[in-house]
């Protein structure tokens, strides 16, 4: 019985803060203007992970933003950053990892609202075509073609393997990057001009130094709007995306809000990702 309890205990608890976390969050006004980056991992809703939407709340999802908010490609908001333009209102979707159901259900859901996102993609799983290490199966080479073509999406670099680039040495660094960026290049005919860290982790001084002469642009976590002038576009700050947003949380985080459960979830995240390696 004690067990149970708790058992029952261990499970309710971390809801219970979660839930209280996000209302009070929500409750804390926007951080400014700014180009709000978010980041989704997979929509499809059968593997019961919190990163893992039901199709019909991404559509609604896609359907509040193109009523409320301007959604552009990665390229059209750095660009906007860059120059120091007005961005107040804008929205750039992302995808990590590269897992299958973004050709089964992410592009459809785009195509039907016309609109851009990016995928970072980790190319060692789709050259193998083996699930990720969390179970889900990689998008195949031939279906992120099919995605590309659309002109809807781009498609940056999540690494080879997904390595966490802060506890890598140089060669493997150099490795993970090169290798990605001549796989997506051989496999789409394109430059990957786009990058992300892998669990929004950020590398190494000498990883940094490399993703900052290889690409435009790389992104991390930290949930608030990346405002002109203000904005290294190779630290962006993203916002990510839960199936526990509902409406309610995604509409915060989509204008710029919920920075508080970011930081709380970066805590977490440091002792959780202590001793991985990808």
């Not at 926007?30 to 039901?54: A, K, M, T, W």
């Not at 990590?96 to 799983?125: C, E, I, N, R």
């Not at 990346?226 to 904005?231: D, I, K, L, S, V």
């Amino acid at each position: 019985m004690k067990c149970a309890m708790v058992t029952c205990v261990s499970i309710i608890l971390p809801m219970l803060l979660g839930r209280t976390v996000k209302y009070v969050a929500a409750a804390a006004q926007p951080s400014g203007r700014g180009v709000v980056v978010l980041i989704y991992h997979r929509v499809g809703g059968e593997s019961g992970s919190s990163v893992d939407l039901e199709p019909a709340l991404f559509a609604e999802q896609l359907r509040w933003l193109h009523e409320h908010r301007r959604v552009v490609s990665i390229d059209v908001a750095v660009d906007a950053l860059v120059a120091h333009e007005d961005v107040d209102d804008v929205v750039v979707i992302t995808f990590d990892d590269g897992t299958a159901d973004f050709a089964d259900h992410v592009v459809p859901a785009l195509m039907a609202q016309d609109t851009p996102a990016t995928l970072y993609v980790a190319t060692d799983f789709m050259d193998r075509g083996e699930p990720f290490p969390w179970g889900a199966p990689p998008i195949s080479w031939a279906a992120l073609r099919d995605a590309a073509s659309t002109g809807l999406v781009t498609v940056g670099s999540h690494t080879h393997t997904h390595r966490l680039l802060d506890r890598c040495d140089e060669a493997t660094v150099r490795s993970e990057i090169d290798r990605s960026i001549d796989r997506i290049g051989t496999e789409l005919d394109a430059a990957t001009r786009h990058f992300a860290y892998p669990k929004a982790v950020h590398g190494s001084s000498f990883a940094e130094s490399v993703v900052r002469e290889r690409f435009r642009s790389a992104a991390l976590a930290g949930t608030r709007p990346n405002r002109p002038g203000r904005t290294d576009v190779h630290r962006l700050a993203r916002s990510p995306i839960q199936r526990s947003d509902g409406m309610r949380y995604f509409a915060a985080k989509a204008r710029g809000g919920m920075r508080l459960e970011d930081d709380l979830r970066r805590v977490a995240n440091r002792v959780r990702y202590r001793g991985a390696s990808s």
